[in-house]
Structures are given as structure tokens and as C-alpha cells.
């Protein structure tokens, strides 16, 4: 295993020469920290006035301490397996009362094996409730601690959710609020997201007795902007600014689809009187952040800065310290290359782009600018009809890198407010994880995540002890198919 490390990426003079017209160019990616406060501004026609915090009141990546992984238990057996699951992840402060004297207390809820369409795997997705051992280093995967079970694998979503099990997006998060009591909140997707599909629920938290409330529209957004990844927002933020929305939701989907960006939304699923609200409400939200979707434009604009169509943000949580730092953290696995494409895996190298030359109703090819490719690299490298083709379809770019990005609640608030648009937040700061992960898939996944720099799906679902400041990251195809838990104290 080898150690963190973080490097000074200066993103803002290259972004700041696109908007003004300037010359670009396609320098090599580097792959950490971009830790300027300064905000990013994507190529528009005029640059936005951000306001941003103190950089002292912000949580910054030399603040994040890596302490090293642990391993999830049970078998392969699906569904009651975690192996093909870890769709998402939350935090329990009141899970397994016995852990504390270990420095490690509380658990956390997993997602198992995911549904498979057909009816191969309807019952799939399950939740389970594990421990959390005192994480350790190790460059052997079995080596690692082990969790254990404290809530075995429960079907609570049997019955919801049937017509959405072909690739499923999934989001959790664990909330005792004395208008409820202690309830799991959930959001569910699929890949190619059907329309009108209500998309979040809660249920009780003692998995035996799920008693599944919802399911429930975030306002009349678009569903790939909003069911994926969520976590808690703190309550004094979001008494201040949100009318005491307690939850964030959102999803980034790749190709653009549901922003150029990780979307967030704020939202408050119980009534007044803490009841459920009926299946099918709209409910009210908060657009906290929300980039231009594909669908409207042909150009990469009002993006996220450094976009590319296949970036994954799979999970995330709200960072805040003892002393009152914070961050809203999003992570996942970042194309990072000079160009990126929709297509498959070059068979003569990373560097090669590799499109779908039947697809033609959009720019299947650009440059790390966002610009097309030359003509050239529009010509195929494969036929999938004809199994010729190396990997499987879908957005690949020349490198990703597996990364935490840092945004400022102030802008946030901003947005809330009215006083900025959705898209002019920008990260403050960037943090590759790459060196302390496993990246060891099962050799018969690769046809599906790549390998190398072009390995996709690296990380997934986050979650975060606020009282503790430990964060939990899940690794994606670590120990053979099954996740392995990541762990970072995060400093003051």
C-alpha cells in the first residue's frame, strides 16, 4: 500500500483565459490539490463575483489524516452479500453501543449485492448494519479488520422501486430527528432513468421493521440531478438558510445528463407534525448547486470547472469540525485525461480515443477544453456487433483519478439566496485518493470498470461521523467484489 499525496494544481488562470477568449491549450493532467479559496470560473461570457469564506473556516485536504481500511463480512452468496453492492452508505451515531472502545463508535448501514433486471435479482440491494474496527494499513486486502453484522441483510425495499432495477442509483442517509425519531432516507435511480418515477423514501431504522414511507418527488426536477447520493446538512446551516431542510440529495450522471456537475438539493420529506406526506408528493427543495444540463446545450458551459462527460460523483457528505470548519465533500473517480470520449477502450492505448461511430446525434469525442477532437479521432477502433471491442460502452477518458472535491457552504448559502446561479459555485479544492486504494477488480470485471489509468468506478458512497470527524469512503471492487471501507479523520 502506498501513502497519500497531495500536490498544487492552479486551475483558475486557465479557466479565466477561456472565459476572456484566451488561448487554451491541453497541458497534462495533474492529479491533486487545488487549495486556492479562490473560485473557479467556468468559460462563460462574463465572470461571476463569488464571495468566498476565510480559507481558515474551511476544511482543507492537508486537514484529512488517512488511518487506513477495513473489510465488510459475509460471503458471496447473493442477495445477502455485499459483493457487486456498496450503492450506498450512511453514518449511525446509536449503531453498535459496544464499539466505543475502540476510538471507532457507531456503525454503518451498507447496501448489498445490487437488483438485477428480468428478474434475474429482484430481491437485490438489500440493507445491512455493520460494525466499524479500528481501521488498519495494509497492502494485503485479507489482511485488513473485519466488520461484523450488527442488523443481517433485510429486503425493506421489496415492492418499491420494481420498474427501476437495470443498473440501480442508490443514496442513504441515517437522520434521528425528534420530529420523526430515528428514520432511514432513501433515494433510488436507475442508469437510463425512466420518467415520473417518484424516486425517495424513508423507513424505520430497526430493519425488521422497515414500514417504508413515500415514495416522494424532490419539487419538479429532473430525476438525474436528483436521486443518487445524500447526506445531512447541519441544522443551524440549514435553519439559516434552507428553512430547516436538513437533507441534501443529488446525482451526477454521466453524459451531462443531470448537470456538468454534482447536483444538491435541500429537502425536508415529514409534514409539520412530523407525519409522512402521501406517495407522489412534490416535495419542496432548495437548489444548492445545479450545473447546465446537456440536454440544453451542445457546448460544455455553466460546467463545473475541468468537466468531463464521464465524471463520477457517487457519494458525499457536509465536513464540519469542533472548532467550525466545513465543507460539502463530493467524491468519486474523475476523468482527468487530455481527451474523453463515448465509445469504448482503445486496444493500443489509453491515449487513443475509441468512439462509437454509430452514435451521431451528439459530440461523441472532445478535448480536455471541451472542445471536439480533430476529425481523426472520430473513426472507430471497434465494432461491438462484431465483439471486436476491448471493453464495454460507455464515457471513458484517457486517465481518471479517484477524487475528493472541496465546496464552500458560503457560496451554497449564496445560491440559496438567490444571489448566485446555481452553476457559479466552484471546488475550492481537490484531493487525489488514488495511492491509498487497491485497485485489484476481479479480472472478469474489467471488461466493464477498464484497468490502468482508465480504470472507472474507483470510489463510491461516503459517509460522515460529525461527532467524531471520521469520514467513510467505500472502495469499489476491492477485496474481489466486494467494497472495502476507507477511513480519513478530518482535523481542525
Given at each position: ?231 445531512g446538512i447541519p441544522v443551524a446551516w440549514a435553519d439559516t438558510y434552507v428553512q430547516g431542510r436538513y437533507l441534501a440529495t443529488g446525482r451526477m450522471r454521466d453524459g451531462g445528463q443531470g448537470g456538468m456537475g454534482p447536483a444538491l438539493f ?179 470485471d474489467v471488461i466493464m470498470l477498464g484497468w490502468g489509468v482508465q480504470r472507472r468506478n474507483r470510489i463510491g458512497a461516503a459517509a460522515y461521523d460529525s ?26
Amino acid at each position: 500500500m502506498r501513502h497519500s499525496r497531495m500536490v498544487v494544481l492552479t486551475l483558475v488562470v486557465a479557466f479565466i483565459a477561456a472565459a476572456c477568449g484566451g488561448a487554451s491549450s491541453e497541458p497534462e493532467p495533474t492529479h491533486v490539490v487545488a487549495a486556492t479559496p479562490a473560485p473557479v470560473v467556468t468559460p462563460t461570457a462574463y465572470l461571476p463575483i463569488v464571495v468566498t469564506s476565510d480559507p481558515a473556516a474551511l476544511v482543507q485536504p492537508d486537514g484529512l489524516t488517512y488511518l487506513g481500511a477495513f473489510r465488510l463480512p459475509g460471503g458471496d452468496d447473493r442477495p445477502e452479500t455485499f459483493a457487486y453492492g456498496g450503492n450506498a452508505m450512511t453514518f449511525n451515531p446509536e449503531g453498535d453501543p459496544g464499539g466505543a472502545g475502540d476510538g471507532f463508535p457507531g456503525s454503518l448501514f451498507i447496501t448489498g449485492h445490487d437488483r438485477i433486471p428480468y428478474g434475474e435479482l429482484p430481491d437485490g440491494d438489500q440493507i445491512a448494519e455493520v460494525s466499524i474496527p479500528a481501521p488498519a494499513r495494509s497492502g494485503d486486502v485479507a489482511a485488513l479488520p473485519q466488520a461484523v453484522l450488527v442488523q443481517p441483510f433485510e429486503n425493506v425495499l421489496a415492492g418499491f422501486f420494481t420498474e427501476m432495477e437495470e443498473i440501480p442509483k442508490v443514496g442513504l442517509h441515517y437522520l434521528d430527528h425528534p420530529a420523526t425519531g430515528p428514520k432511514l432516507h432513501l433515494c433510488w435511480g436507475q442508469h437510463l432513468q425512466p420518467e415520473g418515477r417518484a424516486s425517495h423514501v424513508w423507513l424505520n431504522a430497526d430493519l425488521t421493521n422497515p414500514d417504508v414511507q413515500g415514495p416522494w418527488f424532490i419539487g419538479n426536477q429532473n430525476l438525474y440531478s436528483t436521486n443518487g447520493y445524500m447526506f445531512g446538512i447541519p441544522v443551524a446551516w440549514a435553519d439559516t438558510y434552507v428553512q430547516g431542510r436538513y437533507l441534501a440529495t443529488g446525482r451526477m450522471r454521466d453524459g451531462g445528463q443531470g448537470g456538468m456537475g454534482p447536483a444538491l438539493f435541500a429537502y425536508r420529506p415529514w409534514q409539520d407534525n412530523g407525519s409522512a406526506p402521501p406517495a407522489g408528493t412534490q416535495l419542496a427543495e432548495t437548489p444548492l448547486l445545479l450545473y447546465e444540463n446537456a440536454y440544453n446545450t451542445e457546448e460544455i458551459e455553466r460546467a463545473m470547472a475541468g468537466y468531463q462527460h464521464p465524471d463520477e460523483w457517487e457519494g458525499g457528505a457536509w465536513l464540519t469540525t469542533a472548532s467550525g470548519k466545513s465543507a460539502v465533500l463530493f467524491v468519486g473517480a474523475k476523468g482527468t485525461g487530455t481527451k474523453y470520449w463515448y465509445g469504448y477502450i482503445h486496444p493500443d492505448g489509453p491515449e487513443y480515443p475509441c468512439v462509437d461511430t454509430h452514435v451521431t446525434d451528439f459530440v461523441t469525442c472532445r478535448t480536455a477544453a471541451g472542445a471536439p477532437c480533430p476529425p481523426e479521432d472520430f473513426a472507430g477502433c471497434c465494432d461491438e456487433e462484431a465483439g471486436d471491442c476491448v471493453s464495454m460502452r460507455g464515457w471513458w477518458s484517457t486517465r481518471f483519478d479517484a477524487q475528493f472535491i472541496f465546496y464552500d457552504p458560503e457560496q451554497l448559502a449564496q445560491v440559496a439566496a438567490g444571489q448566485l446561479e446555481s452553476w457559479e459555485p466552484q471546488p475550492y479544492a481537490v484531493m487525489d485518493v488514488d495511492e491509498v486504494l487497491y485497485l485489484e477488480p476481479p479480472e472478469w470485471d474489467v471488461i466493464m470498470l477498464g484497468w490502468g489509468v482508465q480504470r472507472r468506478n474507483r470510489i463510491g458512497a461516503a459517509a460522515y461521523d460529525s461527532g467524531n470527524g471520521i469520514l467513510y469512503v467505500l472502495e469499489l471492487y476491492a477485496d474481489e467484489a466486494r467494497p472495502v471501507v476507507h477511513v480519513w479523520s478530518v482535523e481542525d
